[in-house]
């Protein structure tokens, strides 16, 4: 199973949230350069985690992101199941249909297995997620000696947020 990307970013932001202290409430921007995505995709990403009531974001001076309570209690599993939609591993009533899916056993299987992949995510929060040896790694990501820019992979040009 394999989560999409925005799901993905998702679980980053939160992670990134989860270990910003009581004065540190960084900006959408901020959060999209840390974890070295465009802006506009983060920003998407804080849209959907504030309707989910995990994140808060307060504009102005003064302002920027601030994981709840629910978002720290989280379970990994809720919020990726959550993000993901209820959709299965396989289109079998796509266009066109599978002309098995009136006999197949796959499907089935394919659904066990991604019920499974959730139950094994269900009993971690995202607390838990950012102990050691993750929590610092995020510390740092964030701190005033991070990039202002995100750096790309080796012999690729560094991407950036998009304004």
């Not at 307060?58 to 720290?72: E, N, S």
Request: hydrophobic residues 35%.
């Amino acid at each position: 199973m394999r989560l999409t990307k925005f799901t993905d970013l998702a679980l980053r932001a939160v992670m990134r949230l989860a270990v910003s202290d009581q004065d540190d409430s960084p900006t959408t921007r901020e959060v999209a350069e840390s974890m070295a995505v465009p802006y506009a995709h983060m920003a998407k990403v804080v849209t959907r985690l504030q309707h989910l009531g995990v994140v808060e974001a307060r504009r102005g001076r003064g302002g920027g992101l601030t994981l709840t309570d629910l978002g720290r209690r989280s379970s990994v599993g809720w919020l990726a199941r959550t993000l993901e939609g209820e959709e299965e591993v396989v289109a079998c009533e796509g266009d066109p249909p599978c002309p098995l899916r009136t006999a197949c056993r796959l499907r089935g299987a394919l659904r066990e297995a991604q019920d499974a992949f959730y139950r094994t995510l269900d009993p971690l929060t995202v607390a838990e997620l950012v102990e050691p040896p993750t929590g610092p790694v995020l510390i740092a990501l964030s701190g005033p000696s991070a990039p202002s820019r995100p750096l790309g992979p080796p012999g690729r040009p560094a991407g950036g947020p998009t304004d």
